[in-house]
Nanobody
Framework: QVQLVESGGGLVQAGGSLRLSCAAS????????AGWFRQAPGKEREFVAAISLSGGGTYFADSVKDRFTISRDNAKNMLYLQMDSLSPEDTAVYYC?????????????????????WGQGTQVTVST
């Protein structure tokens, strides 16, 4: 499997930006689809974004698709999530994730992604 360690979380004002990073180790990172989930207090963990093996394909939850950008650097075993125009509703613990299979969705439905590898999470807090 692959080990994942997130960094870059913190406190930011509404409208601001933050970039999360995820360092991967263990198995070859480029063999895995990689992405992010988040979990807000009292809510279930939800899919945020994912990126294909080479980085040529991306997947976004509807709630973030016009504000967040996902990228990866396979040479450095790194995954990134650039978050812009943040709002208090984005406050959550953000988890890095990786799996051999990509997210799936039904027509107009939310993405579903069964993930086998998780990071420990990093807190993102957006203040008003």
């Amino acid at each position: 499997q692959v080990q994942l360690v997130e960094s870059g979380g913190g406190l930011v004002q509404a409208g601001g930006s933050l970039r999360l990073s995820c360092a991967a180790s263990g198995r070859t990172f480029s063999y895995f689809v990689a992405g992010w989930f988040r979990q807000a207090p009292g809510k279930e963990r939800e899919f945020v974004a994912a990126i294909s093996l080479s980085g040529g394909g991306t997947y976004f939850a509807d709630s973030v698709k016009d504000r967040f950008t996902i990228s990866r650097d396979n040479a450095k075993n790194m995954l990134y999530l650039q978050m812009d125009s943040l709002s208090p509703e984005d406050t959550a613990v953000y988890y890095c994730a990786a799996d051999r299979m990509p997210p799936l969705r039904t027509v107009a439905g939310p993405y579903k992604w069964e993930v086998g590898n998780w990071g420990q999470g990093t807190q993102v807090t957006v203040s008003t």
